[in-house]
């Protein structure tokens, strides 16, 4: 059956610069550690995607259109289709004393996050460090090798598709998320994080709202719910205690 808009799929692709034929994303483990990109705790395989979905660049969704599951596309991706063209207005002059303020030594190739947006620190010069807030992709003509492995049918299973897209961590279980679909309201129990931060509390945040998002957008149901169930711990009391009690 061809993939159309709105379809759950999972995909392989794997990403390079046309011009130097450098790698600089991919879905197998095999091959980022190849190009030198592998990430630790990274989570390498197929992905879930929504065609349409904004999930990939447009440029892929509209490539895999009309295929099955199975099949593989080539995909050419202009600038202007992919990262957009440079943009000098976003190479800008920080002084030092802001790094200073914030307790950074600013380095030639350290990454920032500002209200910008994420930048790469391209100099440093005495007191002034240059960083450049264009994407790192922003210019070069892409290509992509595309396999779409199959296609998600079951309500629940895209449904846990769209968890592993957004809300996965390293170790987590989706085993023990918990589904349950009543008319038009879906109840979702997630598996448990056991560090929670104020920044993991904004991805759980984050996470929930675009999981929701998805579900509203692409199938029939209008209220996602998600369920927090907290159990109390019980320490058990060290082996001497408990045989001190029992000799008294």
């Known amino acids: 059956?061809?993939?159309?808009?709105?379809?759950?799929?999972?995909?392989?692709?794997?990403?390079?610069?046309?011009?130097?034929?450098?790698?600089?994303?991919?879905?197998?483990?095999?091959?980022?550690?190849?190009?030198?990109?592998f990430v630790d705790n990274k989570q390498y395989g197929p992905i879930p995607i929504i065609v349409g979905g904004n999930h990939l660049l447009p440029a892929i969704d509209e490539a895999i259109l009309g295929t099955e599951a199975g099949e593989s596309v080539h995909v050419s991706v202009t600038p202007e289709n992919g990262f957009g063209q440079r943009d000098s207005s976003l190479i800008q002059l920080i002084p030092m004393k802001e790094f200073k303020k914030q307790?950074?030594?600013?380095?030639?190739?350290?990454?920032?996050?500002?209200?910008?947006?994420?930048?790469?620190?391209?100099?440093?010069?005495?007191?002034?460090?240059?960083?450049?807030?264009?994407?790192?992709l922003a210019g070069k003509n892409l290509e992509?090798?595309?396999?779409?492995?199959?296609?998600?049918?079951e309500d629940e299973e895209k449904i846990k598709s769209m968890i592993e897209l957004h809300y996965s961590y390293p170790n987590m279980d989706?085993?023990?998320?918990?589904?349950?679909?009543d008319g038009d309201t879906v109840s979702i129990k997630l598996?448990?994080?056991?560090?929670?931060?104020?920044?993991?509390?904004?991805?759980?945040?984050?996470?929930?709202f675009r999981i929701s998002k998805d579900?509203?957008?692409?199938?029939?149901?209008?209220?996602?719910?998600?369920?927090?169930?907290?159990?109390?711990?019980?320490?058990?009391?060290?082996?001497?205690?408990v045989e001190a009690d029992?000799?008294?």
Do not use: C
Request: aromatic letters at 8%; a negative charge.
């Open 191 to 208: 598996d448990e994080i056991t560090r929670f931060d104020q920044k993991t509390y904004m991805d759980v945040t984050f996470a929930r």
């Open 246 to 248: 029992a000799e008294e």
């Open 103 to 136: 307790g950074m030594t600013p380095v030639r190739g350290m990454k920032i996050s500002a209200e910008n947006g994420t930048g790469k620190i391209i100099s440093v010069n005495g007191g002034r460090v240059k960083v450049d807030f264009n994407h790192e």
């Open 215 to 241: 579900i509203w957008d692409n199938m029939d149901y209008e209220k996602v719910q998600f369920v927090d169930e907290f159990e109390k711990v019980v320490e058990e009391a060290p082996e001497e205690e």
């Open 174 to 181: 989706l085993d023990k998320t918990e589904i349950k679909i």
């Open 144 to 153: 992509y090798d595309v396999t779409v492995v199959e296609v998600i049918e």
């Open 1 to 37: 059956m061809a993939i159309q808009d709105g379809d759950f799929v999972r995909v392989e692709f794997t990403g390079k610069i046309k011009e130097t034929e450098e790698i600089f994303d991919t879905t197998s483990e095999d091959i980022a550690e190849e190009a030198g990109i």
